[in-house]
C-alpha cells in the first residue's frame, strides 16, 4: 500500500526556515518522480516543488530561490528546505509521487505537515 508520512512543520517567523520531510513507501521510490504540495485554508491544492528520478528540479514562482527539494533515495525520503518564509506560505504541506512527468499522482495522501508563518 502506499504511504506517506511528512513531518518538521511547524510555528515560524517571517523569514525563517524549515525542513519538510516525507518517508515514502509501497512503490519503487527511486523510479518516480517526487511533489510537494501544499493547501491553505479556502484554497486549492497547488503543487510547489518537483524533483524528477534524475535529479531534475521545478518550482512554482512564488518560491523560486527560497525552496529546495531535494530526495535520498535510500531513504525513501523526499525533503523541502524552506527559507525566507512569508506569511503567504502558510498551509499544509503534502507529498506524493508520480511514475514521470505528465502522469498523474498516486490517490493516496498522506496527513500533511502544518506550516505557520507568523510574528
Known amino acids: 500500500q502506499v504511504q506517506f508520512v511528512e513531518s518538521g512543520g511547524g510555528l515560524v517567523q517571517p523569514g525563517g526556515s524549515l525542513r519538510l520531510s516525507c518517508v515514502a513507501s509501497g512503490f519503487t521510490f527511486r523510479s518516480h518522480v517526487l511533489d510537494w504540495y501544499r493547501q491553505a485554508p479556502g484554497k486549492e491544492r497547488e503543487l510547489v516543488a518537483t524533483?524528477?528520478?534524475?535529479?531534475?528540479?521545478g518550482y512554482v514562482d512564488s518560491v523560486k530561490g527560497r525552496f529546495t527539494i531535494s530526495r535520498d533515495n535510500a531513504k525513501n525520503t523526499a525533503y523541502l528546505q524552506m527559507n525566507s518564509l512569508k506569511p503567504e506560505d502558510t498551509a499544509m504541506y503534502y507529498c506524493?509521487?508520480?511514475?514521470?512527468?505528465?502522469?498523474?499522482?498516486?490517490?493516496?495522501w498522506g496527513q500533511g505537515t502544518q506550516v505557520t508563518v507568523s510574528s
Open positions: 524533483v524528477t528520478r534524475f535529479g531534475g528540479e
Open positions: 506524493n509521487a508520480r511514475p514521470a512527468l505528465g502522469e498523474r499522482t498516486f490517490a493516496n
